[in-house]
Structures are given as C-alpha cells and as structure tokens.
C-alpha cells in the first residue's frame, strides 16, 4: 500500500511544487535607517501592511495576474488592532492598505502575467523614501528601475513636506501636481495627451536624481520595462552594489551587478517529503 500511495502523491508533490514556482515571489527589503510600514494593494488581492524594520525583509507572493504597487509608509503609529497614521504614504488609518496610499510617496508598480510582466517605479505622486526594484534570473531585458539617490536633500522649497516635529525636516518631496494642481503639472485637460503632457523643471529634478523612474505621467519610453518568468526584490534605501536574493523556482536565486548565482533546493524538497510520507505510512 505504501509504495503505491507514493507513488500517487509524487507527482502532486512535484506539480504542486511546479504551480507554486509560478506565481511572482516580491521580496520587500527595508535597507533605511528607519522602520517602514510597506503597503501593497491591487487586483485579485485584499491589500496588506505591515512594519519591516531596518534590515529585515519579508515576501509577498503575487497572485497570477497581479497588477499592484508596493511602496513605503513612514513615521507611522498604529496600535495593537491595527488602528493608526502615517506621516507619508498612509492609507486612511488601517495597518493594512485597502487601497493606494496617500501622496507624497514612492511607488513600486507592476503588471503581472502573461507572456510579459511590466514594471516600473513611479515619483509621479512625489517622493518618500529611494525605492529600486530588481528582477532576479528573468528572461528579456529586466533591467533594475527606480532610484537609488534620497531626493529629499535637494527638495525645492515649494514642493518640501517637513516634518511637524521639528518643522524644519524635509520628509518627502511633493509633485507640482499635488502643490499646484493645475493642468499643465497634472497632464491632465489640454495637457491629457502624451503630446502635450511634457516634461517641467519639477519633473526634470526628479528625473535628473532618478533617471530610471517615472518623474511624469507619460513619462514611458525610459521607465517602463518588461521581463517574464521572473521574480522581484522591492529595495527601499538600496544601494548600487549590493546583492539581492529570492527563491525562483524553487532555487536560491542572488543576484550582484547583474551577474546571477543559483543553488539548487528542489530536489532536496522532495527527498525530503518522501521521506516523510515514507515514515507516516
């Protein structure tokens, strides 16, 4: 009977297995000085938080045609029900973010599934804290996007959020949208089309700190980027040279500088629970 019995639940291990490697692994890493609540939301997901503090990181497994964003709350406050605020990137006074998180913030966006993902990290909406975002061993181009550089330092004044402690921090950098909301800054009436929406001195700052990040709405042809069969680590305060690590495949996949290292796990994944279903029966 045993022998039998494995041999009817092998394969369900190995396709279980096989299904699972398919879904999108997002590595969130929090390399700031500081501890952030990231908020992630989307389709064909509820939307999570959650505190991740300086250098610890945690895994959101994407659903299959999952187009959502990731970014970083700041400064935030929330009780033991989950019941709070945030000085930046809040979304409404929940730990776990039912919809997109409040200006100024920078977010990671992605469109999951099919033949391509795309994925991008957009200063659209302002920006909070540097966000890189890394494809681990895909297939394509799957360049790293984002910034690496803290804008907040060379904030214009105009567009500066200080912080209400001391009045004086500059703790994110507002979009002109947001400060002046007029048609021109938001590419929005006359200023809609992809024509008329044209780069300002704003968003030039913004694309001068971060060059592979949106700095406006159609803001395309340098930011957006396409990959398959791959995973993702979302780095807030990354640097250029440091290595990242995800599990692809069922293998521990790193990756510094572009060069790509793997350690098979898989097989011994399965040795493993056979071993396991050998001794239960």
Same mark, same amino acid.
């Given at each position: ?8 639940l092998?394969?369900l ?26 908020? !992630? ?5 509820? %939307?999570?938080?959650?505190? $991740?503090?300086?250098?610890q ?6 659903p299959?045609?999952?187009n959502?964003?990731?970014?970083a ?18 979304? %409404? ?22 033949? $391509? ?22 297939? %394509? ?41 007029t ?41 957006? !980027? ?17 290595t ?38």
């Open positions: 009977m045993a022998p039998k019995l494995l041999t009817l092998f394969p291990l190995v396709a279980g297995m096989i299904g699972f490697s398919r879904s999108a692994r997002i590595t969130i890493v929090n390399n700031c000085k500081e501890t952030i609540w990231p908020g !992630i939301t989307g389709m064909n997901s509820t %939307g999570d938080g959650f505190p $991740l503090k300086p250098t990181s945690s895994v959101f497994s994407a299959a045609d999952w959502g964003r990731v970014w709350r700041t400064a935030c406050n929330f009780d033991s029900r989950g019941n709070g605020t945030c000085l930046t990137g809040g979304c %409404g006074h929940s730990l776990k973010c039912a919809g997109p998180g409040q200006p100024p913030a920078s977010i990671a966006e992605f469109g999951l599934g099919g033949d $391509l993902d795309y994925y991008d990290v957009s200063l659209v909406d302002g920006f909070n804290v540097p966000v890189v975002v890394r494809p681990i061993n895909g297939r %394509g181009k799957c360049s790293p996007v984002g910034c690496y550089d803290d804008l907040r330092p060379n904030c214009p004044g105009e567009l500066a959020m200080n912080s209400s402690v001391d009045g004086k921090t500059v703790i994110a950098c507002r979009s002109a949208c947001t400060v002046f909301d048609d021109e800054y938001c590419c929005r009436g006359a200023f809609s089309t992809p024509m008329a929406c044209a780069p300002t001195n704003y968003s030039r700052i913004f694309k001068q700190g971060c060059p592979a990040a949106y700095s406006f709405a159609y803001d395309d042809p340098t930011s957006i !980027i396409t990959c398959s069969a791959t995973d993702y680590v979302v780095t807030f305060c990354s640097s250029r040279n440091e990242q690590c995800t599990y692809h495949d069922n293998r521990l996949v790193c990756d510094r500088g572009g060069a790509a290292r793997a350690a098979v796990a898989v097989w011994e994944v399965v040795v493993t629970a056979v071993i396991c279903l050998t001794a239960i029966l």
